[in-house]
C-alpha cells in the first residue's frame, strides 16, 4: 500500500513537470529557449556554411514547392536551408513558408513578395534585406538581426522577434497584429502607419523610433524604451504603457483613450492635443510636459508630477488628481469642473481664467498660485492654503473656504457672495473690504461685512 502511494505521487509529480515545461519559456518571453549555439547544433541541413550554387538553390525551392503541396510527393521535399550563406540571393516571390532557414546568412538578400509564413528564421542575419510586402505571418524571427532591412509593407502578424535587432529597420505600413517583439530592438525603425494592434514590445527599446499614425490598440508596451520617440497621431486606445519611458517622446494628436500609463516616465514629452480621456497616469511623471488642449476628462493623475507643465486650455473636467504635483503648473483656461485636487501641490501655478467649478480642492497648497479671474463657484477649498495667493476677480460663489489659509491673498474684485469663509485664517478686514461680499457669506470671527460698493459714475 506504501509502495502504491509512493508510485502514485512520483506519476503525479512527472505530469506536473510535462505540462509546466513549456510554460518556462513563456514566462521568460518565449515559447521556447534556443540559443545560437542550439541552432547551429541541431542544424542538419547540407549547406551549413555552404553558399549554393543559384541553380542548386532553385531545385531546393521547386522540390518545396512540391512539398507543400503535396507531403508525399516523392520529388518534394521541405526546404533545409539552415546555416547556408545566402547573402544577395535572389528570392523575390519565393515560396519558403515552412522553410528551415535558421541561422542562414541572408544579408542583403532579396527576398520582395516572398512567402515565409510560419518558416524557421530563427538567429537569421537579414541586415539590409529586401523583404517589402513579404508574408512573415507567423515566422520564427527570435534573435534574427534584421538592422536597415527593408520590410516596408510586409505581414508579419503573430510572428516572434523575441530579442532581434531591428535597428533602423523600415517597417512602414507593415502588418503586425499580435506581433512579439520582446526585448527586440527598435531603435530608429520606421513604424509610421504599422499595424500593432495587439502587439507585444514589453521592454523592447524603441528610442527616436517613428510611430507617427500607427495603428496600436491595445498593445503592451510595458516598461519599453520610447524615449525621444515619434507617436504624434498614433492611436493607442486601450495601450498598456505602464513603467515606459517616454521622455521627450512626441505624442502631439495621440489618441490614449483608456491607456494604461501608470509609472510612466514622460518628462518634457509632448502631448499636445492628445486624447487622455480615462486614462490611468497615476504616479506618473510629467515634468515639464507639453499637454496644451490635451483631452483629459476623466483622467487618473493621483500622484503624478506636473511640476512646470503647461496645461493651458486641456480638459480636465472630473480628473483625478488627488495629491498631484502641479507646482508652478501653467494651467491657464483650463477647464477643471468637478476635479478632484484634494491635497495636490499647485503652489505658485498659473490658473488664471481656469474654470474650477464644483472642484474638490481640500487641503490643496495654492500658496502664491495665480487664480485671478478664475471660477471657483461651488468649490471645496476647506483647509486649502491660499497664502499670497493672486484671487483678483475670481469667482467663489458658494465655495466653501473654512479653515483656508489666506494670509496676504489678494481679494480685489473677488466675488465672495455665498462662500463660507468660517474659520478662514490670516484674513483681514483690509483684503475683506476689497471683495464683493453679499449678505449670505459666512465670514470668520472678528470680520465685519463690508458696506456695498458705490456704483462708480
Known sequence: MVLNKHRTATLVACLVAIILLPLQG????????????????????????KQPAPKVLQEVIEAHARWLEDALDPRGKKANLCGANLRGARLREASLDRADLSGADLRGADLQEANLSEADLYGANLQKANLSGADLTDADLRKANLTKANLQEATLAEAALFGATLTRANLRGAYMEGIHFYGADLQEADLREASLGDAHFYAANLRKANLSGAELIEADLRKAHLDKANL?????KGA??????LE??????????TASLRNTILVKANLQGAILSEADLSYANLREANLQRAGMAGVNL?????????LRGANLGMAVLFGSDLRGADLRTATLPRAVLARAQLAAADLRGAVLEEA???GADLERANLATA???GANLVNAILRGANLQQANLRHANLQEAELSNADLEATILEGADLTKASGLTQAQLNTA???EDTKLPEGLERPKPRQAQP
Open 302 to 310: 493621483e500622484g503624478a508630477c506636473l511640476g512646470k507643465a503647461d
Open 26 to 49: 513563456e514566462a521568460a518571453g518565449e515559447t521556447s529557449v534556443r540559443s545560437p549555439a542550439d541552432t547551429e547544433a541541431a542544424c542538419a541541413g547540407g549547406f551549413r556554411g
Open 232 to 236: 504624434s497621431k498614433a492611436n493607442l
Open 240 to 245: 498598456v504603457l505602464a513603467g515606459a519611458n
Open 436 to 438: 464683493t461680499v453679499g
Open 248 to 257: 521627450g517622446a512626441n505624442l502631439q494628436d495621440a489618441d490614449l483613450f
Open 360 to 362: 474638490y480642492l481640500a
Open 375 to 377: 471660477n471657483l463657484e
